[in-house]
């Protein structure tokens, strides 16, 4: 029970991985909150576990949208009180061509994969700053420090991440509020899916440099998050952690 007592908001906590968090946080003994832009599988998900008896709560916020963020944010607050850790998951892909691409493009892909992190950190650290501690995990990626072709300009989003993570870390410590990034390697999840898909042969070339033979699994992140969380990482802060099964370790 390594949250018990703490309040654990998580964005794009749906699916995939960050439905991942959302489970492990409640298995650690803390109430969740996450916000998602999918609400079928949102309340689906608060269903199942408030059968199990779970404190957990749904709103519907897009990350990009700071009024629907700072609303939903707030009634989630009022149910369980002051958030104690933030989890900033949502994000999305972007496979753009950089003459092709437009601005309002450019700003909606950073207003998602960057920005929100941002906002979020302005909902609740008042709060953090009053507790005088805090933990905010921000999921970055493997492409923050090495990219595969045609991501533009998803690289530069995930390489500011850990940028922002940096300036939240030294900025923030000394109110005891650590901010860390899980960079994770290829994960199965329904993002992963629907890149594999879209081209033959991607799951075999994929699979074949992998380092363990495989990819990972969004309960091997949720691992790390929950531990980055939790007091058993009080020193750490300002880092990124690859969770990537060793494919940043291999050269080409
Ligand atoms: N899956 C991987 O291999 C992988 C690897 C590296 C990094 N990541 C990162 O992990 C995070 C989660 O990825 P995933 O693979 O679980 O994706 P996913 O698409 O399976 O799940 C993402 C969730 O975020 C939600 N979301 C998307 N845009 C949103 C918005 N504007 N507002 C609120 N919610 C929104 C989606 O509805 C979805 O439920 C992302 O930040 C992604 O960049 C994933």
Known sequence: MKLAHQHVFVTGGSKGIGEAIVRDCLAQGAKVSFVDIDVLNGEALVAELRKAGHSVAFAKADVANFPELEAAYKSLVAQFGDVTGVVNNAGVNSYADPVEMTDEQWDAFFAIDLKAIWLTAKLALPGMRKAHKGAIVNIGSIHGRLTFPNFFPYGAAKSAVMGLTRNLGVDEGHHEIRTNTVA??????????????AEPGRLERSLAIQPMGRMGRPDEIAKVVTFLLSDDSSFVNGSDWAVDGGLSARSA
């Open 184 to 197: 994770p390697g290829y994960v199965l999840t329904p993002l992963t899916q629907g890149w594999l898909d």
